[in-house]
């Protein structure tokens, strides 16, 4: 009898070659990256009105100068509670949808470290309200606001994309990933600015960097659409 491993007349490099491939068919339908992206501009816009109404805003006290001083409780009061509500919702969707392509969803380690960093920009924002007593808005060093953008929520939000494109093996979303943080660490506003109210100061890069998740989404959902 035969000990064969290879079938009579199979070539062992086509069999390799079609093992890959169906490898990889497998890693492309557990990709629902357009899930992720759209789930977080989701939360983006709907920050906004939090941000905004949630800044406290004092101009002209007594102590100040006459400048202005600011406190965006908004920030602590929406985003910890939201981002994990939404990393929760990835992973449910995530799940849902690679069962009914009938494969698994390696999307736990993402999720994961969304709630960990998510944890600590928290910890990081009150720590940084209860040392800093004078919150008077001056114009910080640039290192500082590059530090102080990776650490808000929109910056925490691109480094756990980085582990979801690394669980992926997705490039197309480590290029969107590394662009979208360039957005944000720099910014980029385009040339609009609201500097004349305090409180929508923010307003135009966040409705950017929210935009350019949506469109990061919409664009992968139809690529994954084509793809099927």
């Keep these: 009898m035969s000990a064969d491993a290879v079938p009579a007349g199979g070539d062992p490099r086509r069999l390799l070659a079609d093992s890959r491939d169906l490898a990889r068919k497998v ?3 557990q990709r629902v990256t357009w899930v992720a992206l759209l ?3 989701g939360v983006t816009f709907l920050a906004i009105p939090f941000d905004y109404f949630g800044m406290r805003v ?3 006290r007594a102590g100040t100068d006459g400048g202005c001083t600011f406190d965006r409780q908004g920030v602590l ?5 939201a981002l994990l509500v939404a990393y929760a919702a990835i992973a449910l969707l995530y799940v849902r949808v690679a069962r009914t392509r009938g494969v698994g969803a390696r999307v736990m380690p993402y999720v994961i470290t969304g709630a960990v960093l998510t944890v600590l920009f928290t910890a990081t924002w009150l720590v940084f309200r209860v040392l800093v007593v004078d919150k008077q808005f001056v114009v910080l060093p640039t ?3 590059v530090l ?3 650490i808000a929520p929109w910056g925490v939000i691109g480094l756990a994309l980085l582990v979801l494109a690394r669980l992926e093996r997705n490039v197309a979303l480590l290029v969107f990933t590394v662009a979208y943080l360039a957005v944000v660490l720099v910014p980029v506003d385009f040339g609009w600015q609201m500097h004349a109210h305090i409180r929508a100061n923010w307003v135009p890069q966040q409705v950017i960097d929210a935009t350019m998740l949506l469109l990061g989404g919409l664009g992968f959902a139809l690529a994954d659409r084509r793809r099927r």
Excluded at 77 to 81: E, L, Q, S, T
């Design 143 to 145: 290192w500082a606001m």
């Design 58 to 60: 004092g101009c002209g």
């Design 27 to 29: 890693r492309l339908d």
């Design 148 to 150: 102080d953008r990776l």
């Design 39 to 41: 789930v977080l501009a």
């Design 77 to 81: 009061y929406f985003w910890p509670a």
